[in-house]
């Protein structure tokens, strides 16, 4: 069965600097599509960045970068020049096909402190 | 463009009474997603709908629990009767296509007393 691991369930940072997340995951198949999400106070699901597995490049969003390490099923997400409000809980997914349909298998979570 | 849109955002009850949660999809998505999110489980996924039909209902909790897509884009999640284990913030998702990712509406926040 495929899994999602965040194995960091707080993490701080200092405003302006950066900061990785990590993820996990275990699956056996070879297509597949990763996704960070954000879920700040207001408790809204924000769609942060997505990686195609089939793609090597590591995609990027402004501030946002991921590390894709596919032998390793590793998916880090990585913060550059943190602000305020990127204080948030930040999860990783993982999505498998079934049917047709993208179901997504969320990770625990990693509730992340930018301190002024 | 509207997201996708969640009635109501919060609902306070007492336990044994009907709770019907709301959810308006984004124009164009074929793909419905209802999670349960609580401190000590996390983001659970319920059930999901491709087309309006269920794909996978195995993360409903019991029989108390059910949902429906009436139409292609509009959903309830229904529990009857309601038990103060089920307070919890109910998100509700849409997706199209393929690879699309996932577009939450804001939750409602649901306490059962």
């Known amino acids: 069965a495929q899994t999602v691991t965040q194995s960091q369930p707080e993490m701080s940072v200092q405003e302006a600097e950066t900061v990785t997340l990590s993820c996990t995951y275990d699956?056996?198949?070879?297509?597949?599509?990763l996704f960070w999400y954000k879920q700040p106070p207001s408790r809204q699901m924000i769609l942060v960045i997505r990686?195609?597995?089939?793609?090597?490049q590591n995609a990027t969003e402004n501030r946002f970068s991921v590390n894709f390490q596919k032998a390793a099923k590793s998916f880090s997400l990585k913060i550059s020049d943190s602000q305020l409000g990127d204080t948030a809980m930040y999860f990783c997914?993982?999505?498998?096909?079934?049917?047709?349909?993208?179901?997504?298998?969320f990770g625990t979570g990693t509730r992340l402190k930018v301190l002024a | 463009d509207a997201g996708v849109i969640q009635s109501p955002r919060h609902e306070v009850t007492e336990m044994g009474q009907e709770v019907t949660l709301r959810c308006k999809l984004i124009?164009?998505?074929?793909?419905l997603f209802w999670y349960r999110q609580t401190m000590m489980r996390g983001l659970e996924l319920l059930i999901y709908?491709?087309?309006?039909?269920?794909?996978?209902d195995s993360g409903m909790p019991e029989d108390r629990f059910s949902a429906k897509m009436p139409n292609a884009s509009f959903s309830t999640l229904k529990i009857q009767p309601s038990e103060p284990r089920d307070s919890a913030v109910y998100f509700c998702?849409?997706?199209?296509?393929?690879?699309?990712?996932?577009?939450f509406g804001d939750g409602t926040r649901l306490s059962i007393l």
């Open positions: 998702a849409s997706s199209g296509t393929g690879n699309q990712p996932q577009h």
């Open positions: 699956t056996s198949e070879n297509n597949y599509y």
């Open positions: 990686q195609e597995a089939y793609k090597q």
């Open positions: 997914a993982f999505t498998e096909t079934f049917s047709g349909t993208y179901k997504y298998i």
């Open positions: 124009s164009g998505h074929n793909s």
């Open positions: 709908f491709n087309n309006n039909v269920p794909i996978d």
